[in-house]
């Protein structure tokens, strides 16, 4: 079993629920987020807590699934970056899951 998690821009939102829903992924959950993007070091430590002008409103995406799932779900987000010009890419991440109860 696998914990899968997408991160993306909230404009995206919609797409990756579509994207999730069509492949037949009956059950997964969203949150929204609230990142910080600092380009450059010295107003990150001005910045530390996080707060101003770079905040990026964004959605994570997460599910539980088996492994052989887990290659069509990074097929469709390798499929979706390379079909969206964007400088946003969204990122998938995949977790092991030794135990559950």
Not at 26 to 40: C, P, Q
Not at 50 to 77: L, M
Request: hydrophobic share 40%.
């Amino acid at each position: 079993m696998k914990l899968v998690i997408i991160l993306g821009v909230v404009n995206h939102q919609k797409s990756i629920r579509k994207m999730l829903m069509n492949m037949g992924l009956a059950i997964f959950s969203e949150i929204d987020v609230k990142g910080f993007k600092s380009t450059v070091l010295a107003k990150l430590e001005d910045n530390w807590f996080g707060h101003g002008e770079n905040e990026v409103n964004s959605t994570v995406n997460f599910s539980f699934v088996s492994d052989s799932e887990t290659d069509r779900i990074v097929q469709a987000v390798k499929d979706f970056n390379g079909n969206n010009n964007t400088s946003t890419p969204i990122k998938y991440f995949e977790l092991n899951v030794g135990r559950y109860v």
